[in-house]
C-alpha cells in the first residue's frame, strides 16, 4: 500500500515513491517555463530594440529638437532592465532545453534558489521599470499643469507611439517573468515538500 508517496515492501521496508510524482510534474511545467522564458527574451529584446532606435526631429522656430529614450531617465531605466532580463532569461532557457535533452529533475535545493532568488529579482526589477517609464509616459501624454509641464506628445507624436509600442511590449514580457517566478518558487518549495515526506517514513505504521 502507499501513503503520502510512501510504499511499503514486502519485507515491511518503508520506501518513498515520490521522484516518480516529480518527474511527472516537472514533465508538465518544463513546456510552459520554456514558452515563458522563450517569450521573456523575445518581448523584453523586441521591446529594448524600440525604444534604443526611437527618435524624432522637430524644427521649433528654426531650432532643430531631437526626441530619444536618453531624454528620460525613466526609459533608460527600462532599457537596461530588459537587456538584463533577455540575457538572464536566455541563460535560463538554454539551461531548461539542456535540461529536458538530458531528461534531468531539478533536485539541488541550492540551484533550485538560486533559480528563485534570479527570476524574483527579474520580476521585482522589470514591473519597477515598467511603473516609472508608464508614469513618465502618462506625463508626456497629458501634462502637468501645476509643474508647468507640456504635453510632449503632442510635439513629438511619432516618438510617443513608438516609445508606447516598446513599453507595451516590455510590460508583456514583465508578465511573463512574473509568471516564471511563480513556477520557480513552486519548483523549490515542492522539493521541501518531498523532504517532508522522507521524514515522515520511520513514523507510518507498518500495514500487513
Known amino acids: 500500500m502507499s501513503y503520502l508517496g510512501v510504499g511499503i515492501s514486502p519485507g515491511n521496508v518503508a520506501v518513498y515513491?515520490?521522484?516518480?510524482?516529480?518527474?511527472?510534474?516537472?514533465?508538465?511545467l518544463r513546456p510552459t517555463e520554456?514558452?515563458?522564458?522563450?517569450?521573456?527574451?523575445?518581448?523584453?529584446?523586441?521591446?529594448?530594440?524600440?525604444?534604443?532606435?526611437?527618435?524624432?526631429v522637430k524644427t521649433i522656430f528654426s531650432i532643430e529638437k531631437r526626441a530619444?529614450?536618453?531624454?528620460m531617465k525613466s526609459l533608460?531605466?527600462?532599457?537596461?532592465?530588459n537587456?538584463?532580463?533577455?540575457?538572464?532569461?536566455?541563460?535560463?532557457?538554454?539551461?531548461?532545453?539542456?535540461?529536458?535533452m538530458k531528461g534531468s529533475v531539478l533536485l539541488n535545493k541550492s540551484?533550485?534558489?538560486?533559480?528563485?532568488?534570479?527570476?524574483?529579482?527579474?520580476?521585482?526589477?522589470?514591473?519597477?521599470?515598467?511603473?516609472?517609464?508608464?508614469?513618465s509616459g502618462m506625463?508626456?501624454?497629458?501634462?502637468?499643469?501645476?509643474?508647468?509641464w507640456m504635453k510632449v506628445c503632442n510635439m513629438f507624436g511619432k516618438f510617443c507611439n513608438r516609445g508606447a509600442g516598446g513599453v507595451a511590449s516590455a510590460m508583456l514580457?514583465?508578465?511573463?517573468?512574473?509568471?516564471?517566478?511563480?513556477?520557480?518558487?513552486?519548483?523549490?518549495?515542492?522539493?521541501?515538500?518531498a523532504s517532508f515526506a522522507t521524514q515522515r517514513q520511520p513514523n507510518l505504521a507498518v500495514v500487513k
Open 17 to 28: 515513491h515520490g521522484g516518480g510524482k516529480m518527474k511527472l510534474v516537472d514533465r508538465r
Open 139 to 148: 506625463i508626456g501624454i497629458r501634462g502637468e499643469e501645476e509643474l508647468q
Open 34 to 56: 520554456l514558452l515563458l522564458r522563450c517569450s521573456v527574451t523575445a518581448l523584453a529584446f523586441l521591446g529594448l530594440m524600440m525604444i534604443v532606435t526611437d527618435t524624432q
Open 173 to 193: 514580457a514583465s508578465v511573463a517573468m512574473v509568471l516564471v517566478s511563480c513556477i520557480s518558487a513552486f519548483s523549490l518549495f515542492r522539493l521541501y515538500g
Open 76 to 81: 533608460v531605466f527600462l532599457v537596461v532592465a
Open 68 to 71: 530619444k529614450y536618453t531624454n
Open 111 to 135: 540551484l533550485a534558489w538560486a533559480i528563485f532568488s534570479g527570476d524574483q529579482a527579474m520580476a521585482y526589477m522589470s514591473v519597477a521599470a515598467i511603473a516609472a517609464a508608464s508614469e
Open 83 to 100: 537587456g538584463i532580463a533577455a540575457v538572464y532569461s536566455l541563460l535560463q532557457l538554454l539551461r531548461c532545453v539542456m535540461a529536458s
